[in-house]
């Protein structure tokens, strides 16, 4: 409880995990850093390349876990929300392009198929998983309209959920 830690966002708006992956992100985001705890969450900008990217997914998660591993840093990984499953009449024409994107990725189980490839990886490297992504499925399941848990209606959760999130890593770290 006295023990004080530093948190390093090294999140980049619209990364893909292939960004991340490279020899010099990895050396800039994780060498430099010396993490005790690597936070790595993929997969949502990753299935815009559709079906026919998941093996690149699957093959920079491995390439960046070893590299952590590597690094001595323990890791947890996030599988992100799900998105939006339907386009709001409210949507600019630009909006609604966007949210269609988003709603056939939801809908295809694309989205699931990528965060269900991430959790056999992470089993392969032992990585513990919070799953959010599970969480909205059963919110969903529930009857809960999870698009208006999307600030904007589309893929980025609101506040309250990142601070759901923030309490599930600390029992990672400190529970599990």
């Not at 960004?19 to 790595?40: G, K, M, N, Q």
């Not at 969480?135 to 309250?160: C, I, Q, S, W």
Request: with cysteine.
């Amino acid at each position: 409880p006295r023990v004080q830690f530093n948190v390093i966002n090294c999140g980049v708006s619209g990364a893909s995990c292939w960004h991340f992956a490279t020899d010099e992100s990895i050396a800039r985001y994780v060498t430099a850093h010396r993490p005790d705890l690597t936070v790595v969450s993929f997969g949502l900008n990753d299935s815009g390349k559709g079906f026919d990217g998941i093996a690149e997914y699957e093959n920079s998660l491995k390439k960046l876990f070893t590299a952590i591993k590597n690094e001595g840093s323990e890791i947890v990984f996030i599988t992100e929300n799900t998105v939006c499953d339907r386009v709001s009449e409210e949507f600019s024409d630009d909006l609604k392009i966007i949210a269609e994107d988003l709603k056939n990725r939801q809908n295809s189980g694309l989205l699931k198929t990528y965060f269900d490839a991430a959790k056999i990886i992470c089993e392969e490297f032992s990585v513990p998983v919070i799953d959010g992504y599970s969480f909205f499925e059963k919110l969903r399941v529930a009857g809960v309209d999870t698009n208006e848990l999307m600030a904007g209606h589309l893929n980025h959760p609101v506040r309250e959920y990142h601070r759901y999130l923030a309490v599930k890593i600390v029992e990672k770290m400190l529970l599990d």
